[in-house]
């Protein structure tokens, strides 16, 4: 069954300093986003993207966010300088249609120290 | 009013009870509607989708009522494997996944 690949499983990082998320989406898929899910509570939407742009944010997407398909097969979200309230599981999905049958990467967790 | 409500938990149930979990939401453009479930620290895997006239997995039944904005999931017999985080899922017209806050259930043997 088809995958989407999320690397590192696990990052430890210090205040302030940026870090890069990655993910391969399933090859055939148009749609990707990313999602956050702070310890004990819910999943919460950062962004998606369609043919190479942003096709909405959320209010957690600030300044300190980007995103980035830079080779046709990478989805990177990348946080500048990382806050303490950054740590979270960060989850990569993609979708065929962007309407359903979303995929979601087993995630990454980043720790902000 | 939260996008989208569930019943808080945890759902504590023995093997082989019937448990049933209820899920509000608020935006009445919405579009698709799922179940997923989370096992701890693990991604969110769809369990089902649902549809308005009720659909049906095994031992896993779903039902929306779009007038009342009211998604159920029942699991009928339940197993130990079905302890889990259940996430009540909504897309919104902009075709975003709207999670709700998840009923976690416990099934004992």
């Known amino acids: 069954e088809p995958e989407v690949t999320q690397t590192p499983s696990h990052q430890v990082t210090q205040m302030g300093q940026e870090v890069i998320l990655r993910c391969v989406p399933i090859s055939n898929h148009l749609y990707f986003y990313w999602y956050r899910q702070i310890l004990g509570q819910k999943v919460e939407f950062l962004v998606s993207?369609?043919?190479?742009?942003?096709?909405?944010k959320s209010e957690i997407f600030d300044d300190q966010f980007s995103v980035e398909r830079p080779d046709g097969s990478n989805f990177t979200l990348k946080i500048r300088s990382t806050k303490l309230e950054d740590s979270a599981m960060y989850f990569c999905?993609?979708?065929?249609?962007?309407?359903?049958?979303?995929?979601f990467g087993s995630g990454t967790r980043l720790t902000v120290v | 009013r939260k996008e989208v409500e569930q019943d808080p938990g945890p759902f504590n149930v023995p093997e082989g009870a019937t448990v049933a979990f209820n899920c509000t939401y608020s935006n009445s453009a919405s579009q698709s509607f799922f179940w997923y479930r989370q096992d701890c620290r693990k991604e969110p895997k769809l369990l089902m989708s649902?549809?308005?006239s009720g659909n049906e997995d095994g031992r896993f039944t779903a039902q929306l009522n779009r007038a009342s904005q009211y998604i159920s999931l029942l699991i009928r017999d339940s197993k130990l494997s079905d302890s889990a985080t259940y996430l009540c899922?909504?897309?919104?017209?902009?075709?975003?996944?709207?999670f709700g806050q998840g009923t976690e259930l416990s099934v004992k043997p």
């Open positions: 899922v909504v897309i919104d017209p902009g075709g975003k996944l709207i």
């Open positions: 999905a993609s979708s065929v249609r962007g309407e359903g049958g979303y995929t």
């Open positions: 993207f369609y043919n190479n742009e942003i096709s909405e």
């Open positions: 649902v549809y308005s």
